[in-house]
């Protein structure tokens, strides 16, 4: 339980951090970067304990967290283009 809970609080910061660095300006609103981190936190979690980075269920590294979160940003940056109006 205590993971889940350090994989959200990690992956709002995380998405936070995501957002910064990615350069452009990005048309999303604090919601869907939470989302974007939290989500980008717990597929680092994911890869890196099926990887055997860390053990399963920790919680992930800085790092990988915010590696996971630009993932997710790009993906969600070319789907926004490829479908804007």
């Known amino acids: ?3 889940i809970i ?3 609080i990690i992956g709002f910061v995380v998405g936070l ?10 048309p999303m609103g604090i ?7 939290i989500a980008g936190s717990a597929l680092a979690n ?3 304990s099926t990887l055997g980075l860390f053990p399963a269920g920790s919680t992930p590294s800085w ?7 630009l993932a997710l ?5 070319v789907l926004h ?5």
Do not use: C, K, N
Not at 73 to 77: F, K, P, S, T, V
């Open 6 to 8: 350090g994989t959200i």
């Open 1 to 3: 339980m205590l993971s």
């Open 63 to 69: 790092i990988a967290a915010v590696v996971g979160a």
């Open 73 to 77: 940003l790009l993906i969600y940056e």
């Open 17 to 26: 951090i995501a957002r910064a660095a990615m350069p452009g300006d990005q």
């Open 46 to 48: 994911l890869g890196g």
């Open 31 to 37: 919601a869907t970067t939470s989302f974007l981190g």
């Open 81 to 85: 283009w490829f479908f804007a109006d």
